[in-house]
């Protein structure tokens, strides 16, 4: 039963004699975020999922892979966004930095479209 115990934590990664150590932008996350074996961390929150959706289109189409969390419950019920805390952004450890640059550009407008853009 012990050695049952062992490895199963030693495969959740509970059991590292020198745990990594924690990114950057894992600072001031909710303990649940740095569990070992959850490689996705919030760059950002959206009170209205449409704005959400947007700001992953453009990660998307950076190729840093993201999804959302809470956007189908916020959807359903707009008035429990605040409550909630809004649409959650999420991204692959690895990809952090690079989404916030993204993200920043995107409130920059860098991303907005010249009134004689051809968009059809």
Same mark, same amino acid.
């Given at each position: 039963?012990?050695? *049952?115990?062992?490895?199963?934590?030693?495969?959740?990664?509970?059991?590292?004699?020198?745990?990594?150590?924690?990114?950057?932008?894992?600072?001031?996350?909710?303990?649940?975020?740095?569990?070992?074996?959850?490689?996705?961390?919030?760059?950002? !929150?959206?009170?209205?999922?449409?704005?959400? !959706?947007?700001?992953?289109?453009?990660?998307?189409?950076?190729?840093?892979? *993201?999804?959302?969390?809470?956007?189908?419950?916020?959807?359903?019920?707009?008035?429990? *966004? *605040?409550?909630?805390?809004?649409?959650?952004?999420?991204?692959?450890?690895?990809?952090?930095?690079?989404?916030?640059?993204?993200?920043?550009?995107?409130?920059?407008?860098?991303?907005?479209?010249?009134?004689?853009?051809?968009?059809?």
């Amino acid at each position: 039963m012990d050695q *049952a115990m062992s490895a199963q934590l030693s495969a959740q990664g509970w059991n590292e004699q020198n745990p990594s150590p924690r990114p950057r932008s894992a600072e001031g996350a909710p303990d649940d975020a740095l569990l070992p074996g959850r490689d996705l961390f919030e760059v950002a !929150r959206y009170l209205a999922p449409i704005e959400a !959706r947007l700001a992953q289109g453009c990660l998307e189409a950076s190729g840093i892979p *993201a999804v959302l969390a809470d956007d189908q419950l916020v959807q359903t019920n707009m008035l429990w *966004a *605040a409550a909630l805390g809004g649409v959650r952004i999420l991204v692959p450890q690895e990809f952090v930095q690079q989404a916030e640059a993204v993200l920043g550009a995107l409130q920059r407008g860098e991303f907005a479209l010249g009134d004689d853009a051809d968009v059809g």
